[in-house]
């Protein structure tokens, strides 16, 4: 049963455009989201999170958004740039988070 | 400086042979948690730790055992019960339970592959 899905799994945008991450979920325990950028052969590092009771987060040129009735989320990165490429996991958090699978992203010149 | 280390990078076994991977940490997080990433799959829980001396299984501890006796280390034993040991195992910790504002630092994981 996969609670957190990314059904993407590959994106590519132009240097300078906006980069927009989808993420479904299922389970409407979820209290809080996050999103995690992760390189290859590392660890996932955090990106941006946003609570249940928020229907958006800003952060510098990344913007999370909540619709809990679609039960879905999306990161928006504006401007993409090069530096951005790398595989994006959204993870849902009750008392443990669910990950989905990534979606990679790769931004090009 | 702080953070989390996992080693080896890579780690090659024998099929039938227990595996023991390393993971510390020096930020005095007294969460701690095994994931296991898989291609084309998100991170899934192995076990985690939220104090010393006490752990839980999370979605997939079958075939594993981890131990917790001191707060900076949460080693990770991957047995021969374990069907298809083969994977990237990252390690994490957190300053507490997890929560939004209490975000998981992981370390860059280790290979393990068996033969």
Same mark, same amino acid.
């Given at each position: 049963d996969q609670q957190v899905k990314q059904n993407s799994p590959s994106l590519s945008v132009q240097e300078g455009r906006i980069s927009i991450l989808n993420c479904d979920y299922t389970n409407s325990m979820f209290d809080y989201f996050l999103w995690y950028k992760k390189y290859p052969a590392e660890g996932p590092t955090f990106l941006? =999170?946003? =609570?249940? !009771? *928020?229907? *958006?987060?800003? %952060? @510098?040129? &990344?913007?999370? &958004?909540?619709? *809990? =009735?679609? *039960?879905?989320?999306?990161?928006? !990165?504006v401007p993409s740039q090069p530096g951005d490429s790398a595989v994006y996991f959204c993870a849902g958090g009750t008392d443990k988070l669910i990950f989905g699978t990534g979606t990679r992203l790769q931004v090009f010149p | 400086d702080g953070g989390i280390t996992q080693s080896p990078k890579y780690l090659f076994r024998k099929e039938g042979q227990n595996v023991t991977l390393s993971c510390e940490q020096n930020?005095?997080?007294?969460?701690? $948690?095994?994931?296991? +990433? %898989?291609? @084309? +799959? @998100?991170?899934?829980?192995? $076990? $985690?730790? +939220?104090i010393v001396n006490d752990f839980q299984k999370g979605d997939i501890a079958e075939g594993y055992s981890v131990s917790r006796e001191k707060k900076e280390s949460f080693p990770l034993t991957v047995t021969s019960a374990q069907k298809n040991p083969t994977a990237f195992y990252l390690c994490a910790s957190s300053m507490g339970a997890p929560h939004f504002y209490n975000e998981q630092f992981f370390g860059p994981g280790t290979r393990l592959t068996v033969l």
């Open positions: 941006i =999170s946003i =609570s249940s !009771i *928020k229907d *958006k987060n800003e %952060d @510098g040129r &990344f913007t999370v &958004f909540l619709n *809990k =009735s679609a *039960k879905h989320l999306s990161l928006h !990165i | 930020l005095n997080h007294d969460a701690m $948690y095994w994931y296991r +990433q %898989d291609p @084309g +799959q @998100g991170l899934r829980l192995i $076990y $985690y730790s +939220q």
